[in-house]
């Protein structure tokens, strides 16, 4: 008879033929289980993998996509050298109304300023004031325009002197017209336009320096 051995901490034992046989096969199920856990597993993870949610967007291109769907200002269209001035109608300090066009054959600046009586605002009105009769042998008519009322108008006209007019310019229609932006809501960016004996923009200044403004817009004119 064919014995088999089972080693045991309190020594060895006998097993029958048939005892062998089961616990190999025992065995044999054990380990064919755990070989399927194992591939289970692995498919997990494969499925994991396979379902996982795809890449986020980063946060500076989402914050850059929220800004650009909430936070962007409207775009306005912008003037050149040479298109029509828009022939807007402009309310005076003194509650007159003018319309562009109706300065035709002459030439125009319109500069627009962020506030009255303010210091680099000062220096630009008191530069264009003191040109005044250079400005006045070149044809031009000087028109400044700000968010500022009636009221505020007329006190910087009168203690500066200025011998041109003030347009209000309270809804900033005047400006959206001529494509000029505010530095923050109520102020006007500083800007200048010179308009043609024609009505078409001759120049136009989106950086101004303030002081000496004036002698650029006469050599523009003479230009």
């Given at each position: 008879?064919t014995?088999?051995?089972?080693?045991k901490?309190?020594?060895?034992v006998?097993?029958?033929?048939?005892?062998?046989?089961?616990?190999?096969?025992?065995?044999?199920?054990?380990?064919?289980?755990?070989?399927?856990?194992?591939?289970?597993?692995?498919?997990?993870?494969n499925?994991?993998k396979?379902?996982a949610?795809?890449?986020?967007?980063?946060?500076?291109?989402?914050?850059s996509?929220?800004?650009?769907?909430?936070?962007?200002?409207?775009?306005?269209?912008?003037?050149?050298?040479?298109?029509?001035a828009?022939?807007?109608?402009?309310?005076?300090?003194?509650?007159?109304?003018?319309?562009?066009?109706?300065l035709?054959?002459?030439?125009?600046?319109?500069?627009?300023?962020?506030?009255?009586?303010?210091?680099?605002?000062?220096v630009?009105?008191?530069?264009?004031?003191?040109?005044?009769?250079?400005?006045?042998?070149?044809?031009?008519?000087?028109?400044?325009?700000?968010?500022?009322?009636?009221?505020?108008?007329?006190?910087?006209?009168?203690k500066?002197?200025?011998?041109?007019?003030?347009?209000?310019?309270?809804?900033?229609?005047?400006?959206?017209?001529?494509?000029?932006?505010?530095?923050r809501?109520?102020?006007?960016?500083?800007?200048?336009f010179?308009?043609?004996?024609?009505?078409?923009?001759?120049?136009?200044?989106?950086?101004v320096t303030?002081?000496d403004?004036?002698?650029?817009?006469?050599?523009?004119?003479?230009?």
């Amino acid at each position: 008879m064919t014995r088999s051995y089972v080693k045991k901490r309190c020594g060895k034992v006998r097993v029958s033929p048939a005892h062998s046989l089961g616990y190999l096969a025992c065995m044999l199920v054990r380990t064919t289980l755990v070989a399927m856990l194992a591939l289970a597993a692995v498919a997990g993870c494969n499925d994991k993998k396979t379902d996982a949610a795809p890449p986020t967007t980063s946060g500076a291109a989402s914050a850059s996509t929220a800004s650009s769907g909430t936070s962007t200002a409207p775009k306005t269209d912008t003037l050149k050298e040479g298109d029509p001035a828009p022939d807007v109608e402009m309310t005076l300090q003194d509650g007159r109304k003018t319309k562009l066009s109706s300065l035709k054959g002459h030439y125009v600046a319109i500069y627009f300023y962020p506030k009255d009586e303010t210091p680099g605002c000062t220096v630009e009105a008191q530069n264009f004031r003191d040109r005044a009769e250079d400005l006045k042998k070149a044809g031009i008519t000087v028109i400044g325009v700000s968010t500022q009322d009636a009221a505020s108008h007329k006190a910087f006209i009168e203690k500066e002197k200025l011998p041109f007019d003030l347009a209000v310019d309270e809804d900033a229609s005047l400006a959206k017209a001529f494509g000029v932006p505010s530095l923050r809501p109520g102020l006007h960016a500083r800007q200048t336009f010179l308009i043609g004996k024609d009505g078409t923009i001759k120049k136009v200044w989106r950086d101004v320096t303030p002081k000496d403004h004036a002698d650029e817009v006469i050599a523009a004119a003479k230009s």
